[in-house]
Each structure stands twice: as C-alpha cells, then as structure tokens.
C-alpha cells in the first residue's frame, strides 16, 4: 500500500478556540466550502462567467462532437485520448466486465421492486466490492482495472433492475457495442437506432466530469483516508442521489410531465411557482452565472429529437419556462434541465435519470481519485463549536 | 421535503480562473481543507492543546464514567443527558429494532467468507434502505427514527456475519440487556460479564463523536446534497474504513502480535521502525498535540484488563512504545492505540476493530445528519484547475 510521506493526521499546533483551531493564524470561516480551493486538478475546468467547460484541455463541445464516451473516459483516465489501438482494448475490456457475477444479479431479484433506482445501484456497487479480489489493491494498475470494471456494470445494474422490477427477465449484454449501444439493448431488449445511441453517447460524454461536484468531492473524501474505490463510489452515488445534486432532473421530468398533463402554458406555470416563491428544478448553478454549456448541447439535442419524434411540445415547454427564468430571474438552465426530456424522449423512465448520471460521471470520479492518490492528502477540514464547555453529569436518577 | 432557502447551487459571480473562482476575491487555497471552517457544530470540541474532548457541553472523562452508550447518544441526538424515562424509551426503541430483516441475513450468507467486514458492513447497511419504508422520509421524526434503527441494527450485522463466516449460525439479540452486553452476547453466544460489558460500553462512549473528522464529514458532505440518512450513514463507512481513518486500529494490532509473536523487545523493534522510516500506527492525529484523552482513559483499561485476564504483556508492549515515540518523536497515541489491545482482550477478532468504531460512530454521525439538516446548506468547494486549456481533438485516425 502507499503510505504518502505528508501524513495527514500528524499533530499540527492548536489552540483551544474550535475544534482544533491552529495557534498562528484564525480560523478561516467558510460555510458550505464555498470559493474554497481545496485541491488541484488537471480534469476539468470551468468558467463559470463565460460558460465554458474543459475536460483536460479539450473544450465540451470539441468532445461532445469529435469524441465517444469511451474515448472520454480515456481521456480522463490517461490524460490523453486513445490511439485506435488503446480504444480497441478499452473496448473490449469495457465489454468484457460488462456481465454481473452471479450473486448480484440474485441480490437484485431480492429486492423489493418499489425501492429508489439510486440506493439500489449503491447498494449493487457496494457489494461488487466484495466478489472483486483486487477490492483492496491499491496500486494503480489495480484501480485503472477496477474503475473499468465499475464503467462497464454500473450500465448492467441498472437495466437489470429496471426489467426484474418491470416484472422481464434481465437481458445480457451485447458485449460488441458501445456503452450507450448496450445499456440502450439491455434496458429495452431491442437493439437501439443509430440516432438513440449518438444521442445517448453524447449525454454520457457530457455528464462524465464537472469539477469538484459533491459527490466528486465525497469520492475523493473517502479516498483521501486511503479507503477503497468501491467504498468512494458508493459514497458519490449516495451524494449523487440527493435532490440538490444528481436527483434534480427527476424533479424537472416532474414538472414538465404535470405541464403536459394538465395543458396549462408553461410560462404561466412558471411564473405562478415563481410567485408562490417555489424552486424551479434544473436551474442555476454554484458556479455558472451564464448558460452551462452542456444545457446548450442538450438543448439542440432536445430540439432534434422533438422533430425525429414527433414530440414537439417537449422542446416548446422546455424553451418556454426557459425564457421565463432568464427574463424574469436572470438564472440560466443546468445540466438537468434539458437532459430530462432527453431521456423521456428516449424512453427511460423518470427515476432512472440519476442512475444514468451515475453511469457516466463514474468515469470523472474513478479519475479524480486516481489523481488523489497520486499525491494523497487527507481532506479534513474543521468544524467551529459554537455549543457549552463546562457542563457536568447529574446522575440519572437526579434529572 | 425540506428545501433550504439558501441553496447553494444557485449562481455566484465567478471569474475565468479556476472552477469557478470568485470575482471579487483570490481563491483560498488549503490543501486538505486544513485549516478551514467548513460549519458551525454543537457537537463536539476538541482543544488539541490541551488534550481536552467535550461532547455537548461534556468532558469526554466524565461521560465515559457517568454515562452509558445509550445515554451518549440521546446526548447526541437531542442536545441533553436523558431522563430514566427518556433512556429507557430508548433503550426499547433500540431493543426492538436490532434483530435484522431476513433479506438481510440471507444476503449476509452469500457473501464470501474472506470479504472485508468493513465492505460487508457498508453493503448491508445501504441495502437496510431497501427495505425500510421510510428511507427517503426527510423529517426529522424520521431521521431520528432511521437513527436509532441504525445504532441498534450495525451491532447486528457485525456478529451475524462474523459468526457466519466462522461456520456458525448467527445468534439473535437477547433484546434485553445494553447495545454493548447484546452485541458480546451475539458475537460470541455466551453472556458477558459485567466487567466486559462495562469496559465496551466506555469505549463505545469514547469513539461516539469527534469533530468533523473524514467519514463525519463525508456524512454531512452526502446529506448536504438532500440524500438520505442510509446514503450518509454508507458513505461514512467507506471513509471509516480507509488506514488513516479507522482502519488504523486494525494496524496496531498486526503490531503487537508481531512483537509477542517474535519476542522482540518492543522498543528496540520501534526504534528499528524509525530508523527505516516506517510509520508507527496509532499515533499522531491532526488536532491533539498532547494526549489524546480518550487514548488516556483506554490506556487504564489496558492496564486493568491486562492485570484481570493475567496478560500484562499487551500493557507492557503498548506502554513500551508510546514511551519511546513521546521521547523519540515527541508524538502521542491517538484513539486507535489502546482501543486495540483492549479489544484483543476482549476476544475480538483484529479485523472487527473498524467496524466497531462504526457502532458508536453511527451516533455522531447520526447527530451531524440532522444537525446539518437543520439548516443545511450545501458542502461545495473549488479545484484549482492545473491543466492544459486549448487543446482541440485530432480526428482518432490521425493520432
């Protein structure tokens, strides 16, 4: 195992003003982390102002167009994209770990199939730990494997569950397609068209890596302890799961759904939640003040497939409570704004939008903790005790 | 659900140079996030100085002699000592909920005999969501329900799994006695004594809060997203499980059985570990630059135990090294030093250690939860983004 010289938990001076203040120099106060710098990274950069994205160098849309999923998740491993040769054996070790060893799919029957898509894949990523030998390898070698590994079932897992709950059979993978070709196969048991899978291949190239996410930053938490990848991505799939992360666009599918169904005009819609003071699920960003350029790409995605599918209303909706909240607001649309009816387009149901995210951001965690591991530093930072000091037990019979 | 008006990932001035650094100021760098306020807390202070540890309001030598385990907790959770009648409310609550769903036993048989009881523990925990009707409930009723389902049912798991993977059937919980007295009764099927249930129950009291050490602050890192207790609570356990966090106890062990084993004269065989420059496990932390006091109080049980049980070796051993590192190196024992031979002599395997500290954690991170949820915010920092900027992908023929 690598022990990193600069031990994390090795006494630093204090002072007894919080809980473990440092004697030369106060506390610095932020809540929520926000405008911290916490680490450096060489996976992805984002200008929040001018709306850019960067994996590696190489701007969002530039990927989007000119490369696969695979070919991102390359990138974000290895720092490069792959020559022909080293995707053809990404490939085929992609396809084959995509089977589920046998005691997972029996877990998955187990379930009850009313349970959360998201604590179900928790759950499964959890347990492949424990059939994998190499679970507690730390060497690179071993994580590079694992992380394959963990790309190329995550997309089993969650179409297996989807059909067993559906009350199908699980279907196997193609192993000969792409990730979006056979996760399209699996969940539908139809080979999709090419348009569904370029379609879907590009959502998963967009959603792969975006900075120091929460869930990003709890996998690279974990392994800062030097705990194991599958402990740090079980944790980022909890924290993916959360409402004001990953679970938004399930939230945006709600609202567009109930717009749908009761035929009311969507900017009415909008402005009545916005007058009662009720969140608008999809916008805004911790870190973009101008349109994300990834809900951009989807957009024109939204719009090609309303035409393909004759689902127009899907893109009118969407533009229109769009235009509403950049008007009225001044708060663009995120990522799960437009990804929402994408997939609804697709045919995906509704609370598989999260495990999807999952399917692809797995490749941005898996190198964000390969980079932590380079140089590993424990992530530890402080609470301040605002509660009493100098309390004394009364005995139980005296309270 | 509660949605904060505050939420965090609503759009912030930022500037083009780093992941989304904000115009007004230069970002703040910290490595490690040491150094930095992330909260507030009323939980626990540490005076690393000092050597001081208050759990809300309490010195941590005082509730490890005045209070029990259960009583800690209702102390965590609810901000005071409990009433006879609150403690023993809780006590039936905790009684009630340990035996564990049958699908989570039959999943505790599948599991290979060699898996790590830390992966087992995170597994079966997240899968505990699946079927708990109220997992996705965010009220604090619910929480501190999912709470104390959780503290009574960790116990559980750890000894059903430990007996299984021995070839024995797993005892059920008497439901009777304290969490420290049931969980020795179904590890080892035979009813402690006083003196043992004692001697667990103060540890269980001195591991159960500690600032916002890793897997704490991964727990509040998950639920600041709006996740769930289970994603939390799962997330915490894969940070707990990493060597520089808990896994630590674990190492110690292999320490002292190595010294008994060769009959080496333990602080030559530190001082040999020093002069290759090899970590001494167990010592050392971020906060205390003296005595750790919870290390201090284990330290006496080492030396009662060992003198009860006729084995004043591992007194000897542990007593001889702390010597030669406080000299040497002027650095002091930590939690996890002590905590191991007093488990040892307890007859509890090296590799349950971790785990262990789970079973009282749960407490503390249980508490954070619903302290965070209180008032939540979500936990986001920065990466300083390091890496190229204005690449433009060759065609994949081409490279």
């Known amino acids: 195992m690598c022990i990193p010289t600069a031990m994390a938990d090795h006494p630093t001076s204090s002072t007894p003003s919080g809980d473990g203040a440092t004697a030369a120099t106060p506390p610095v106060q932020h809540r929520g982390l926000e405008g911290v710098v916490a680490l450096d990274s060489e996976l992805s950069f984002i200008d929040g102002q001018a709306g850019v994205l960067i994996y590696r160098g190489y701007r969002i849309e530039d990927l989007a167009e000119h490369a696969s999923f695979e070919e991102v998740a390359h990138l974000l491993w290895h720092g490069r994209l792959?020559?022909?040769a080293e995707l053809d054996a990404l490939n085929r070790q992609l396809r084959a770990e995509r089977p589920l060893p046998q005691v997972i799919v029996e877990l998955l029957y187990r379930i009850p199939r009313d349970a959360n898509p998201m604590a179900v894949l928790r759950t499964a990523v959890?347990?492949?730990?424990?059939?994998?030998p190499e679970a507690d390898d730390m060497s690179r070698e071993a994580n590079v494997r694992k992380a394959i590994r963990l790309t190329a079932r995550i997309p089993t897992i969650i179409a297996?569950?989807?059909?067993?709950?559906?009350?199908?059979?699980?279907?196997?993978?193609l192993q000969s397609g792409s990730t979006a070709y056979d996760f399209l196969y699996m969940l539908t048991a139809e080979k999709p068209g090419q348009a569904a899978e370029r379609t879907f291949d590009t959502c998963l190239v967009l959603h792969a890596d975006h900075g120091l996410?929460?869930?990003t930053f709890t996998a690279r938490v974990i392994g800062s302890t030097l705990s194991?990848?599958?402990s740090a991505v079980t944790g980022a799939i909890g924290a993916l799961k959360g409402p004001l992360h990953g679970g938004a666009n399930i939230e945006v599918m709600k609202m567009l759904r109930q717009i749908d169904e009761s035929g009311v005009d969507p900017a009415a819609f909008v402005r009545e939640k916005l007058a009662r003071k009720e969140r608008i699920m999809g916008f805004g960003h911790r870190v973009y003040k101008t349109m994300d350029p990834r809900a951009a790409i989807l957009r024109e995605m939204v719009e090609d497939l309303s035409e393909e599918r004759n689902a127009r209303r899907w893109y009118d909706y969407s533009t229109a409570i769009m235009e509403?909240?950049?008007r009225e607001k001044g708060i663009y649309p995120n990522v799960d704004f437009f990804s929402a009816p994408v997939y609804h387009m697709l045919g995906i149901a509704a609370d598989l939008f999260t495990p999807i995210f999952a399917m692809s951001r797995i490749?941005?965690?898996t190198a964000h903790l390969l980079e932590q591991w380079q140089d590993n530093r424990l992530i530890r930072?402080?609470?301040a005790y605002v509660g009493p000091r100098d309390l004394t037990a009364t005995p139980l019979a005296e309270r």
Chains 1, 2 share one sequence.
């Open 82 to 84: 792959p020559t022909q």
């Open 126 to 132: 959890s347990a492949l730990a424990l059939v994998d």
């Open 160 to 173: 297996a569950y989807d059909r067993i709950r559906r009350g199908e059979e699980p279907v196997a993978p």
């Open 213 to 215: 996410n929460a869930s």
């Open 228 to 230: 194991d990848i599958y």
């Open 324 to 326: 509403v909240m950049i």
């Open 363 to 365: 490749t941005g965690w």
């Open 381 to 383: 930072p402080r609470a």
